[in-house]
C-alpha cells in the first residue's frame, strides 16, 4: 500500500488528485475547510475504495495550529507518506495599489505558509526512508505577472521558489520535489466569470499529469509542469 496526503481535496484539482490516487491503490489523507464535504467525500470514498485506509480532516491551512493536528494525524496513521501534493490555495483578485489591506497576509498564509509548515512536519519521516514525491500546485501565474493578479501572483511566485529550493534541499535524500504550473483549469474559483467551460481544462488533466511525473523511475524528475487551455490562457 502507497500512502499519499492532499490539501484543500473536496472539489477541483485536490480532489480530482485524489481520487487518481486512490484509483491508483493509494491510501489518502485530505483536508479542507468544509465539514460536510469532507464527511459526504469519506462516505463516498470507502465505499467505492474499501481496501484503502481513508482520513478526510478539516483544517484551515493557514491555521499553524489546524496545521499541525492534520501533519501529526498523518503521522501517526500512516506507516509513510509517498506522496505529498500541497494543493489548497485562495484567489482574492487585485491591484497591488488599490488591493483591500490584508490581502497579501490572508494568501501567503494559505497558499505559501500552509504547504512550508505541513512539508517541514512530514519531512523528516520522509527523509528517514530516502523517498517520496512532493507537488506543490503553483499556477501559471507563478511564471508570468496578469492584470489584477495582485498579491495572489506574489504568493504563487513564492510557491515556485519554495519549490525550486525544497528541491535542491532533497535531492541527497532521494525525495523528488515537482511544481505544477497549471493555467485556467474548470474548478469553482472560475464560477460566475462567464468564461467557457470549452476554453480551460478539466481538474483530471492535472491529475493525470501529476501521475505520470510521479510513475516515472525514482532516477528521474520532472521539476516542473506547465499545462494551459489548448487555446491558450484566458
Given at each position: ?136 500546485m503553483c499556477s501559471v501565474a507563478s511564471l508570468q505577472a ?18 525550486d529550493n525544497l528541491r535542491l534541499e532533497l535531492m541527497p ?57 489548448l487555446e491558450g490562457d484566458i
Open positions: 500500500m502507497q500512502y499519499a496526503v492532499i490539501t484543500g481535496a473536496t472539489q477541483g484539482i485536490g480532489r480530482a488528485v485524489a481520487e487518481k490516487l486512490l484509483q491508483e491503490g493509494f491510501s489518502v489523507a485530505v483536508c479542507a475547510r468544509g465539514e460536510k464535504e469532507l464527511a459526504a467525500l469519506q462516505s463516498r470514498w470507502q465505499q467505492q475504495y474499501p481496501s484503502a485506509a481513508v482520513i478526510c480532516h478539516r483544517a484551515d491551512m493557514g491555521s499553524g495550529e489546524d496545521v499541525a493536528t492534520f501533519g501529526a494525524r498523518v503521522l501517526q496513521a500512516f506507516p509513510q507518506v509517498d506522496i505529498l501534493v500541497n494543493n489548497a490555495g485562495i484567489f482574492l483578485p487585485g491591484q497591488l495599489a488599490d488591493e483591500p489591506d490584508g490581502n497579501l497576509e490572508a494568501l501567503m498564509a494559505v497558499n505559501v505558509y500552509g504547504a512550508y509548515r505541513l512539508t517541514r512536519l512530514l519531512l523528516p519521516a520522509m527523509k528517514a526512508r530516502q523517498g517520496g514525491h512532493i507537488f506543490n496578469y492584470p489584477h493578479g495582485g498579491a495572489y501572483s506574489i504568493t504563487k511566485y513564492a510557491l515556485l521558489g519554495f519549490s535524500h532521494r525525495i523528488r520535489v515537482t511544481a505544477i504550473c497549471p493555467g485556467a483549469t474548470y474548478t469553482a474559483s472560475w464560477e460566475g466569470s462567464g468564461a467557457p467551460a470549452v476554453r480551460m481544462m478539466q481538474p483530471e488533466d492535472i491529475a493525470a499529469a501529476l501521475w505520470a511525473a510521479y510513475a516515472l523511475s525514482p532516477n528521474a524528475n520532472t521539476d516542473r509542469i506547465v499545462l494551459r487551455p
